[in-house]
């Protein structure tokens, strides 16, 4: 079966400092892969998605930025983080065969920059 | 942009009670998803119904489609303390492999 990771679990870190967040799967090979942020009480945002190693497409102009070095591991990055990169961060991996169905959640990393 | 957008933002009910969660979407689709996230947690797919459908059962769950309207809804029945969550309707973008979520209901069961 299939399993999605993602740590730390939470995360709080000052303003301007560095941040990386990772994500692997198991289970499955060449899956589509997802970051995404939800702001408190509000609906998800995707970031950034990837179809293969290496291949990455950007949502959403931030100084987020995202790679994916190994088929199933996915890693989101920032060198300065600002207030407003607070949220929760959810990645998220699907088949990618059309048609395209269900996307599975990773537990998620709650984001505080002070 | 927002594809779906859900109604009500919040609903409160009684434990035994029907809920009742709409979703409203923009463009043409070939499926929609419905999705549940327990508070502070990831989401978890309920259940994926294809344009072509309209109407699908899972467990308590049922969920209509309605294309000429461009309308989803998801009843649950019999509500539980424990289906206290919110409920997010998701479909996907231009045919593509990305989903654009609504808003969330937020669905609060009291025992």
């Known amino acids: 079966s299939q399993t999605i990771h993602q740590w730390p679990a939470t995360l709080v870190q000052p303003v301007g400092s560095p941040l990386s967040l990772e994500c692997t799967v198991e289970?499955?090979?060449?899956?589509?892969l997802y970051w995404y942020r939800q702001a408190a009480g509000r609906g998800l945002q995707l970031l950034f998605y990837?179809?293969?190693?290496?291949?990455i497409s950007s949502e959403v102009p931030q100084n987020l930025s995202a790679s994916r070095p190994q088929d199933r591991q996915f890693i989101l990055s920032s060198k300065k983080l600002l207030l407003s990169d607070s949220g929760f961060y959810l990645c998220?991996?699907?088949?990618?065969?059309?048609?395209?169905?269900?996307?599975?959640f990773g537990p998620g990393t709650r984001l505080t920059v002070l | 942009s927002q594809q779906g957008e859900e109604d009500p933002q919040a609903l409160s009910i009684q434990e035994g009670e029907n809920a009742t969660m709409n979703c409203s979407y923009k463009?043409?689709?070939?499926?929609l998803q419905w999705y549940r996230q327990n508070s502070g947690r990831g989401l978890v797919h309920l259940i994926l119904?294809?344009?072509?459908?309209r109407e699908k059962h899972s467990g308590r769950l049922r969920v209509t489609l309605d294309t000429s309207k461009k309308s989803s809804s998801l009843l649950i029945t019999a509500s539980r303390a424990a289906d206290t969550a919110s409920y997010f309707c998701?479909?996907?973008?231009?045919?593509?492999?990305?989903?654009?979520f609504g808003k969330g209901t937020k669905l609060t069961v009291n025992p």
């Open positions: 289970g499955t090979s060449n899956p589509n």
């Open positions: 463009t043409s689709i070939n499926n």
């Open positions: 998701a479909t996907p973008q231009g045919g593509s492999e990305k989903l654009v």
């Open positions: 990837s179809v293969g190693i290496g291949q």
């Open positions: 119904i294809r344009s072509n459908e």
């Open positions: 998220a991996w699907s088949t990618g065969l059309a048609p395209y169905g269900e996307q599975f």
